[in-house]
């Protein structure tokens, strides 16, 4: 089974309106952490926002809100007034266990295209 | 703002040739990351490095890789015989810990590498 699991492999945004990138994952450990990264074209991987599984309310960072829900494992990013430059692949990512366990997994990721 | 540098950003080789590619994370990061992905495909986990040793690895890291810290600030991961299926951008990111937002990795620009 796939640990990330994003379903959308492009969308597209009119310019000032809202978008959410869905993703849901799996994991039986109790404690994870769920992140969002941006990569533009030029290839970089920027972080965006970060949800610990323990944390009660869902994460928020200027016009990125995580759209946190725990029971049914999905963690969507909203990003809010979209603007021309956040045209670009976004990845789901999670780091799951305890005792220093580190690695994090990518899903697939979203196109996401804003139009002027 | 802190960031993660990665030299060269573009690196061509021939197969079997060896290459080391370099990165410096952020100054008060303690955990170190390689990654790579392939044109197209998601970011796949290579190497966790803590306290001067791999604390974790993936499958992908066969006898070919190794890492290093020659000094305080370096980072590096060196490819011994290089494959053609080893071209991708290798990304470089590191942490401050493991737990809670210090969990967050940050990312470098990667290195693009070709095998020829």
């Known amino acids: 089974a796939q640990k990330i699991t994003q379903t959308q492999p492009g969308m597209f945004v009119q310019e000032k309106e809202a978008v959410t990138l869905d993703c849901t994952y799996d994991?039986?450990?109790?404690?994870?952490?769920l992140f969002w990264y941006k990569q533009p074209s030029s290839g970089e991987m920027i972080f965006l926002i970060y949800q610990g599984s323990y944390d009660q309310q869902n994460a928020t960072e200027g016009r990125y809100s995580l759209n946190f829900q725990k029971a049914r494992k999905s963690a969507n990013l909203v990003i809010s007034a979209s603007q021309l430059g956040d045209s670009a692949m976004y990845f789901c990512?999670?780091?799951?266990?305890?005792?220093?366990?580190?690695?994090?997994?990518f899903g697939t990721g979203t196109k996401l295209q804003v139009i002027p | 703002e802190p960031e993660v540098t990665q030299t060269p950003s573009h690196q061509v080789t021939q197969m079997g040739q060896e290459v080391i590619l370099r990165c410096v994370p952020i100054s008060n990061h303690l955990y170190f990351y390689w990654y790579r992905q392939i044109l197209g495909q998601k970011v796949e986990f290579l190497v966790s490095?803590?306290?001067?040793?791999?604390?974790?690895k993936s499958e992908i890291f066969d006898d070919q890789f190794s890492v290093e810290r020659p000094d305080g600030s370096n980072f590096t991961l060196k490819i011994r015989s290089t494959k053609l299926e080893d071209s991708a951008m290798y990304f470089c990111a590191s942490s401050w810990g493991t737990s809670g937002s210090k969990e967050t990795q940050y990312f470098g620009p990667g290195t693009r590498l070709l095998v020829l």
């Open positions: 490095f803590y306290n001067n040793e791999i604390s974790e």
């Open positions: 990512a999670m780091r799951e266990g305890t005792g220093g366990y580190q690695k994090v997994t």
């Open positions: 994991t039986s450990d109790p404690s994870y952490g």
